[in-house]
């Protein structure tokens, strides 16, 4: 932006789960606006086996191509690519991850270690919104009404027919059906089925149960099982930039078209869901909405940024679903729209995104912190 230094900025996309599409296209959003801010980018890509790519350096290069294009296999470990970036000068590491890897604490916990600044939340915020079930546990504590639901335990035999009826009658006696099933640590609607009876959910089982339950000693794997929370969708983001200064954005009302909800093809496919932003509430529904988005960010410490979704019931009352501490960041996604009707482009917020994370790290190097 004008008057201030441009920085070089490594933006890391892709990565090894089912989100990885959806980060290459942030990835490549990103790149292109933040050569708009005045910024040096230089695309980063982790590989689907694990391994890091550098790209090219995009500063004078026309960005007319973006994700996979920029990469070509010249790959390596994740430690020799942090070092080349430090030797390069790179100010900042733009995390446009999505998904386990990316925003469970993972590479937050690694940039830390490696005294790089990064942006998005830090380690603790990233790795608690990330599990589900953790989260709802959080949001019941701070008195946030969350859809009810359970996690799918261990069972003994998870090829068991028996297993599964006899898991469905218990819970359906506490959470009658429709069930929703969804992965305890993955985003983008990867995964969710809706169900609407003990034999859908027995047929579902009997063709996805052996990956429902959760894998002894790995944290946060598995499925849990929710409610479904009839009302409006919306949607609403919080930013953060300096601490203690919350500004909550213009609400957005989602609206699937051929979904029952707002799955991954309502999502990622071009007309399926109509987004109103802002959306269409009064006055007091809007100042809730936000107020109600701005406690979730500080009870997770979600700065710099965070995008609550929320269901607006037909009495009235709010639910909280999920809290996305790195939510898509293309040019047609939720935040990025709602930021636009707050008046402020994406090369301002992208690079408003950088300077925070290079403050965050100057900060923790001052008081002597990892």
Same mark, same amino acid.
Request: proline residues 7%.
């Given at each position: ?30 790149? #292109?606006?933040?050569?708009? /801010? ?5 695309? !980063? ?5 694990? @391994? ?29 690519? &942090? ?39 830090? !380690?603790?915020?990233?790795? *608690? ?7 709802? %546990? ?64 027995? @047929?579902?089982?009997? %063709? ?9 000693? +790995? %944290? ?7 409610? +479904? ?9 919080? *930013? ?18 051929? #979904? ?45 940024? @965070? ?5 607006? &019931? ?5 639910? %909280?679903?999920?809290?996305?501490? *790195? ?21 301002? +917020? ?6 925070? /994370? ?8 001052? !008081?002597?912190?990892?």
């Amino acid at each position: 932006m004008a008057g201030k230094k441009p920085r070089m900025v490594g933006v890391v996309m892709g990565g090894i789960c089912g989100e990885r599409d959806v980060s290459l296209s942030t990835g490549a959003c990103v790149v #292109s606006n933040l050569l708009s /801010a005045g910024h040096a980018p230089t695309p !980063v890509c982790i590989h689907a086996d694990g @391994s890091w790519e550098i790209g090219p350096r995009l500063a004078d290069l026309p960005v007319d191509r973006g994700g996979e294009d920029w990469f070509h296999g010249d790959s390596t470990t994740a430690r020799d690519a &942090t070092g080349l970036l430090v030797s390069q000068g790179v100010d900042c590491i733009f995390n446009a991850l999505h998904g386990p890897g990316g925003e469970d604490g993972t590479i937050q916990g690694f940039l830390r270690v490696a005294g790089m600044p990064f942006t998005g939340p830090d !380690v603790t915020p990233a790795a *608690l919104t990330m599990d589900k079930a953790l989260t709802k %546990a959080v949001l019941d504590q701070a008195g946030v009404r969350t859809p009810r639901g359970f996690e799918i335990p261990i069972l003994t035999d998870a090829r068991s027919e028996e297993s599964w009826g006899a898991l469905a009658l218990e819970m359906s006696a506490k959470l009658p059906f429709p069930w929703i099933v969804k992965p305890n640590c993955l985003g983008s609607s990867v995964g969710i089925q809706l169900l609407q009876s003990i034999e859908e959910f027995l @047929s579902a089982a009997a %063709a996805n149960g052996s990956h429902w339950c959760p894998s002894p000693g +790995l %944290a946060g794997s598995g499925f849990i099982v929710e409610e +479904l929370v009839e009302g409006r969708e919306l949607t609403c983001g919080v *930013l953060e930039l300096r601490q203690g200064d919350l500004k909550a954005l213009p609400p957005v009302e989602i609206r699937p078209k051929s #979904s029952e909800f707002f799955d991954y093809q309502a999502k990622y496919t071009p007309g399926a869901t109509e987004e109103i932003c802002p959306a269409q509430l009064d006055e007091d529904t809007t100042r809730a909405v936000q107020e109600l988005a701005i406690l979730v960010h500080k009870t997770f410490h979600c700065d710099p940024l @965070s995008r609550t979704d929320i269901f607006l &019931t037909e009495e009235g009352e709010l639910v %909280a679903l999920e809290i996305n501490t *790195l939510p898509g960041m293309t040019e047609t996604s939720l935040i990025p729209q709602s930021a636009l009707a707050a008046g402020i482009s994406l090369p301002e +917020l992208f690079d408003q995104l950088v300077s925070h /994370a290079i403050q965050r790290e100057a900060m923790r190097k001052a !008081v002597g912190t990892l």
